[in-house]
């Protein structure tokens, strides 16, 4: 629980992704959120290896996972899923308009000021990797970061969460930050570790993951002269 075949609600998610990506593939947001509030869901697999089925794209325009289906709508883009969720239930997001609000606008924070942010070290670290532009780009990219941690750092200053409680906000927040895992990089800002490993901590981000990972597993790629 809450996987469950019979659910109707529906997210897409990937069979299997290489080992840099796991853990990290973005249905794990609702995954997590769905654990958070104990709603069952089942999960469509498609290959991230190959293209997606054209009508895939009907759903999905950038043929990414994940995609939501419930009884009331259809969405795709984890951030608006999340929305989606949080306003139905508390323990996602408060009932009063202004913390709601503010919930929702460090959601947004997290998508639009930090991640895109990290993109470039990501393109730099693995997906350019070595190519001989990346070493003079790096410390551009990185300062840049530097700079979104450190307003994303002064702003949670001791609290526990990004606001009075924890919101959708602080489990997007912790996600995106999560891709800077093996960097070193938050090393620097204490606090926001501390903030990703309390996020990690969480049972229902234990469980979230552990069903992701499962499904990797179970879908790994038999290398050419493996044993049977």
């Known amino acids: 629980m809450p996987v469950d075949p019979n659910s109707n609600i529906e997210i897409t998610a990937f069979r299997w992704v290489p080992e840099f990506a796991q853990g990290l593939v973005r249905d794990l947001r609702i995954r997590w959120a769905l654990e958070e509030i104990g709603r069952p869901y089942s999960v469509r697999l498609l290959d991230a290896l190959h293209p997606r089925p054209s009508e895939y794209f009907c759903e999905q325009p950038f043929g990414q996972v994940p995609i939501y289906k419930d009884s009331e709508v259809q969405l795709f883009e984890s951030g608006a899923i999340l929305i989606h969720l949080g306003l139905q239930d508390e ?26 942010a990290i993109f470039p070290l990501l393109m730099i670290n693995v997906f350019n990797k070595g190519e001989p532009w990346t070493e003079e780009a790096r410390p551009k990219f990185l300062d840049r970061l530097r700079e979104r941690l450190k307003c994303v750092s002064e702003a949670l200053g001791d609290k526990e969460w990004l606001e009075d409680r924890f919101t959708i906000g602080d489990l997007m927040t912790v996600t995106v930050l999560r891709q800077l895992r093996g960097t070193g990089i938050l ?31 179970e879908h790994e790629p038999q290398h050419e002269g493996a044993a049977a």
């Open 91 to 116: 323990r996602l997001l408060p009932s009063d308009r202004p913390s709601q609000m503010r919930g929702i606008a460090w959601l947004i924070a997290a998508l639009n000021s930090v991640e895109p």
């Open 187 to 217: 090393d620097h800002f204490p606090n926001l570790a501390a903030l990703v490993k309390r996020g990690e901590s969480r049972p229902a981000f234990q469980r979230a993951l552990s069903d992701q990972l499962a499904v990797f597993r």
